[in-house]
């Protein structure tokens, strides 16, 4: 079935640990997003990608990396992680004419 | 950058009642105007949408209204029932040739009262 798929659904580490979010679509779509949310608040862009090698920095500033290698996969990588990055991350995607987002079902990230 | 404003921020209202959510934007350029609902721990999804050239879009319960010269669209929702208790948010797009955003507003907690 086309979706967008987030793993991993919960994440608990420590400090200064690296991590890797991963996010992926089968429905094609050229451009895909990572949004940070805290419960129920706003959702805030941190990185965007238009298509494959294209990647750019959102309106929220964060420490994360992220890549675009291959079409369907858009990975958010945080070398450090401290109790700051705590939230949720959600990926989402939208095909190249248009502006509707299909949302994955999110990383809920736990620094300790 | 486009300034959202959502109001209110938080809604209660009786089931069987109508919502109605307001969302204000500040760039005139703006020219797509969805509105996404989020239920507790899921993915937020579009529920409705309207294009510039719409005044007013229905499906079932859920209507949206745009007021291009006061720059505002509404979310309105009859007959409310359980279901429709969520967090809320319109999203105003801008999309000229080589110049696409996005913003999200703060978001509406509608709580449906059984």
């Known amino acids: 079935e086309a979706d967008i798929y987030q793993t991993p659904r919960y994440l608990v580490i420590g400090t200064g640990k690296k991590i890797t979010l991963e996010c992926s679509q089968t429905?094609?779509?050229?451009?895909m997003y990572w949004y940070q949310q805290d419960p129920g608040m706003e959702l805030h862009l941190i990185h965007y990608s238009y298509g494959v090698n294209s990647t750019e920095k959102g309106d929220l500033s964060s420490e994360s990396t992220v890549s675009r290698i291959r079409t369907e996969h858009f990975p958010l990588t945080l070398e450090s992680a401290r109790p700051s990055h705590t939230s949720q991350y959600l990926c989402?995607?939208?095909?190249?004419?248009?502006?509707?987002?299909?949302f994955g079902s999110g990383t809920q990230l736990s620094v300790l | 950058g486009e300034n959202v404003e959502q109001h209110p921020s938080t809604l209660s209202v009786q089931e069987g009642d109508s919502a109605v959510i307001k969302c204000t934007y500040s760039d005139s350029a703006s020219n797509y105007f969805p509105w996404y609902k989020q239920e507790l721990g899921k993915r937020p999804q579009l529920i409705i949408d309207?294009?510039?050239?719409?005044g007013e879009k229905k499906d079932q319960r859920i209507a949206v209204t745009l007021n291009k010269t006061a720059k505002h669209f509404s979310l309105h929702i009859t007959e409310t029932q359980p279901e429709d208790s969520a967090v809320y948010f319109c999203?105003?797009?801008?999309?000229?040739?080589?110049?696409?955003?996005?913003?999200f507003g703060t978001g509406t907690r509608l709580t449906i009262i059984p």
């Open positions: 999203a105003p797009f801008i999309s000229n040739f080589g110049n696409e955003k996005l913003t």
């Open positions: 309207i294009r510039s050239n719409v």
């Open positions: 989402a995607s939208s095909e190249g004419t248009n502006e509707k987002l299909f």
């Open positions: 429905m094609g779509h050229d451009k």
